[in-house]
């Protein structure tokens, strides 16, 4: 199976701050990339789909980069509402595979 | 509008077999992949399994001996079974297109 390891497990940041959450593949998944987003108590949320492309009805301070095997979600400037969980997610072959998560929270 | 509804017990007993039923509309089961994907408590998402498009199935590769899934288009519905159910099954389970389309999740325990 291929392995998602994301990382860090925790993020705190503060309003305005630009922070990038990464995952490493640990096999070739091409740009089989997407991010997601989860607030509490809610279902997931797509934000990148194909390692790059913004969702629909995502605000434009997110974005998807790749760079080999390596994922990156990047937010611009950080706003409140941008406090959530975070997953990446392979769907290059199966089983699908998630990383463990990125909490990001305010300082 | 795509929606997805996951729908079943609440409460199963250990050793015993899970049986969830996910009920979309706005899409077509033969034309969509459908996806399980848990949640324990307090934990990370888990991908489960999936149902292609044309029928076939895939599976996570730790629970693929006790999982089983299965749709009836007819009915525009895709069933989840796990059997020999232990605390650890104990999730959140979401049915899923992976894409804008998620159902709100069932929570099931696993206690005697």
């Known amino acids: 199976d291929i392995q998602m390891t994301q990382a860090p497990s925790s993020l705190p940041a503060s309003l305005g701050d630009r922070v990038t959450i990464t995952c490493r593949a640990s096999?070739?998944?091409?740009?089989?990339l997407r991010w997601f987003q989860q607030k509490p108590g809610k279902s997931p949320r797509l934000m990148i789909y194909?390692?790059?492309n913004l969702a629909a009805g995502v605000p434009s301070r997110f974005s998807g980069s790749r760079s080999g095997s390596d994922y990156s979600l990047t937010i611009s400037s950080l706003e409140s509402e941008d406090m959530a969980d975070y997953y990446c997610?392979?769907?290059?072959?199966?089983?699908?595979?998630f990383g463990a998560g990125t909490k990001l929270e305010l300082k | 509008q795509v929606q997805l509804k996951e729908s079943g017990p609440g409460l199963v007993q250990p050793s015993q077999t899970l049986s969830l039923t996910c009920t979309v509309s706005?899409?077509?089961?033969?034309?969509?992949?459908v996806h399980w994907v848990r949640q324990p408590p307090g934990k990370g998402l888990e991908w489960v399994g999936a149902?292609?498009?044309?029928?076939?199935?895939d599976y996570n590769s730790a629970l693929k001996s006790r999982l089983s899934i299965s749709r009836d288009t007819s009915k525009s519905q895709v069933f989840l079974k796990m059997n020999s159910l232990q605390t650890e099954d104990t999730a959140i389970y979401f049915c899923?297109?992976?894409?804008?389309?998620w159902g709100q999740g069932v929570m099931v325990t696993v206690s005697s």
């Open positions: 194909g390692a790059t």
């Open positions: 096999q070739d998944i091409g740009n089989y």
């Open positions: 706005g899409f077509s089961l033969t034309s969509n992949s």
């Open positions: 149902i292609w498009s044309g029928g076939s199935t």
């Open positions: 899923t297109r992976l894409v804008p389309g």
């Open positions: 997610l392979q769907s290059k072959e199966s089983p699908y595979t």
